[in-house]
């Protein structure tokens, strides 16, 4: 089973400050990397696939990067409603495994 | 636009058979290109894919639940279900339905807490 890691597990970020997530797999998984943000008491909402790839309906200010076993989420300018847990994914094998979460919180 | 929606007891006994539905409105289960998928969320965060099943074919299970987990498309072809037996205390969580697609869950339902708990 491939194992993700994220760093942080958790900051606390002003508004208008970048945040960097960052999601380490044990193997190699190419691109096959998503990113889900998830609000308190809501579901997981989808943000970014393919490690780079905005899914619909998703602010401009979110984006992503990396490949291999090393990915970002990255946040431009933090809006208040953009507390939340951010988690990724790898689709690369069964299987389907989860990071632990990164929690966002607004100062 | 597909929209899914869990259903389900809230609460069940150790070494019981917990049974989860998942309604499918806006679509059918066959007549699209989708995985029909569970997932669960453990108290305080932690996320793990249970099952999936494509076009009610072949399932694919997680090998860590696969002794236990059965997921199946019922004949209405609007709902899909997930079994999972012998459940223990390590079995709560909040049971999400998704759909899979093109590498990721696009869809997911709002939730259901199951506590296993007697």
């Known amino acids: 089973e491939i194992v993700l890691t994220q760093s942080p597990d958790f900051q606390s970020v002003t508004p208008g400050e970048k945040v960097t997530i960052t999601c380490r797999a044990s193997?190699?998984?190419?691109?096959?990397l998503h990113w889900y943000q998830q609000k308190p008491d809501q579901s997981p909402r989808l943000l970014i696939k393919?490690?780079?790839q905005s899914f619909s309906g998703v602010p401009s200010r979110f984006s992503g990067s990396g490949s291999g076993t090393e990915f970002t989420l990255t946040i431009n300018s933090l809006e208040a409603e953009d507390a939340a847990t951010y988690y990724c994914h790898q689709s690369s094998s069964l299987p389907h495994s989860f990071g632990g979460g990164t929690k966002v919180e607004i100062k | 636009q597909v929209q899914l929606q869990e259903s389900g007891p809230g609460q069940v006994k150790p070494s019981q058979t917990l049974s989860l539905s998942c309604t499918v409105s806006g679509g059918s289960i066959s007549s699209g290109d989708l995985y029909w998928s569970w997932i669960r969320q453990y108290p305080g965060k932690g996320l793990e894919w249970i099952a999936y099943?494509?076009?009610?074919?072949?399932?694919y299970y997680n090998p860590s639940l696969k002794s236990r987990v059965t997921i199946s498309v019922d004949a209405s072809d609007t709902q899909f279900s997930l079994r999972l037996s012998s459940v223990t205390a390590a079995d709560t969580a909040v049971y999400y339905c998704?759909?899979?697609?093109?590498?990721?869950?696009?869809?997911w339902g709002q939730g259901t807490l199951v506590a296993v708990s007697s």
């Open positions: 099943i494509y076009n009610n074919e072949r399932p």
């Open positions: 193997q190699n998984i190419g691109f096959t």
């Open positions: 998704a759909t899979y697609d093109d590498g990721a869950f696009h869809i």
């Open positions: 393919f490690a780079s």
